[in-house]
């Protein structure tokens, strides 16, 4: 996630904000997307397929239910199931290996890929769901290999290509990510969250316009996309567009009243705006959504020394500077015990 600054007093603090679903960090919000290509679509260019045996098929069946309700043990057993009745049942290894993902458990889903990947080497899903498993697990460059192939396989594979946009976004080929999301947009224009990354990727680099327009797009295919308005709102920030931002994160909080980030976001244009207490407010639902944010400490810090509380920004500052310390980030760790400091003999 990028790390801007704003002016307070005459130092600058730092602040965090969202890049689309990418966790580029994230928190995109990226962040990888299981998106379910029609396997009967898929497979009808696939040479090879044997049909399983009745027992195995049910099964097999059931499992995927299980899947869709959440019951990932039941999941996890019929598939298993499946495997023992037909051991080469390639989209039950599939099946499971999904199910893994979800649990979290990544390497035992890799695995099950590989064995599906075995027994049907030219399915272009099996090489996609591997993909986002290895990049769960911090295989980038696998992750990578294996979207190209499902892209070999199968060209026109929207979510193999957005995949493989997050993944080379997140090893810094920014310019190879906004391909990759251009070419997912390209084979499904209705791709919303591929806008989204797409304009993150963008005002990255700075081109806040592009970065808008993308927003634009996908708020035009889902209104109710909170995240689509909040990431608006951050470019409407860094062009200086104040009020049009505080817009932006006002739809976003009302869509989804929970969006920490949106809260602290928020906060930044109402003290550029010299809405101290707006931006206090703002910070401290951010903090109580989520706790573990230093830069609202540290931002809310920044508003309440400006209005004189002193003792209030010390607290603050110092809890940033504890929270700073435990995530491992001493830059900003060391900045915020400066400014400690620097308010105490002030």
């Given at each position: 996630m990028m790390r801007h600054r704003y002016s307070a007093r005459k130092q600058t603090s730092p602040r965090k904000t969202l890049i689309a679903s990418i966790q580029l960090i994230l928190a995109i919000a990226i962040s990888f997307s299981i998106i379910p290509q029609s396997q009967a679509q898929v497979r009808s260019s696939v040479a090879r397929w044997t049909a399983p045996p009745k027992r195995a098929a049910e099964l097999h069946t059931s499992g995927f239910d299980k899947l869709q309700q959440g019951d990932y043990q039941g999941a996890i057993a019929d598939f298993t199931q499946a495997i023992k009745i037909k051991p080469d049942y390639s989209s039950a290894y599939n099946g499971r290996g999904t199910v893994r993902v979800r649990l979290g458990d990544t390497k035992s889903a890799i695995a099950d890929f590989t064995q599906a990947i075995k027994f049907e080497s030219d399915f272009p899903p099996n090489y996609h769901?591997?993909?986002?498993?290895?990049?769960?697990?911090?295989?980038?460059?696998?992750?990578?290999?294996?979207?190209?192939?499902?892209?070999?396989?199968?060209?026109?594979?929207?979510?193999?290509?957005?995949?493989?946009?997050?993944?080379?976004?997140?090893?810094?080929?920014?310019?190879?990510a906004i391909a990759d999301f251009t070419e997912a947009i390209k084979i499904d224009s209705t791709f919303a969250i591929a806008y989204v990354n797409r304009g993150g990727i963008r005002r990255q680099l700075g081109d806040q316009r592009g970065a808008i327009e993308d927003y634009n797009q996908a708020i035009k295919l889902q209104p109710d996309y909170a995240l689509a308005f909040n990431n608006r709102g951050n470019s409407f920030t860094d062009l200086g567009e104040y009020q049009r931002a505080i817009t932006d994160f006002n739809q976003a909080i009302k869509l989804q009243p929970d969006h920490a980030q949106a809260y602290?976001?928020?906060?930044?244009?109402?003290?550029?705006?010299?809405?101290?207490?707006?931006?206090?407010?703002?910070?401290t639902e951010a903090i109580r959504l989520n706790p573990d944010n230093a830069y609202a400490y540290f931002n809310r810090g920044e508003s309440r020394s400006e209005?004189?509380?002193?003792?209030?920004?010390?607290?603050?500052?110092?809890?940033?500077?504890?929270?700073?310390?435990?995530?491992?980030?001493?830059?900003?760790?060391?900045?915020?015990?400066?400014?400690?400091?620097?308010?105490?003999?002030?």
């Open positions: 769901d591997r993909g986002i498993a290895r990049a769960l697990s911090g295989d980038k460059q696998g992750a990578i290999a294996d979207f190209t192939e499902a892209i070999k396989l199968l060209p026109q594979y929207p979510s193999a290509y957005f995949n493989r946009g997050i993944a080379r976004s997140e090893l810094g080929d920014n310019q190879g602290f976001n928020r906060g930044i244009p109402r003290a550029l705006l010299r809405d101290k207490q707006g931006a206090i407010a703002d910070f209005l004189g509380d002193k003792q209030g920004a010390i607290a603050d500052f110092q809890k940033a500077a504890n929270i700073f310390q435990r995530q491992g980030k001493m830059k900003d760790y060391r900045n915020a015990v400066d400014t400690i400091q620097k308010l105490m003999r002030s």
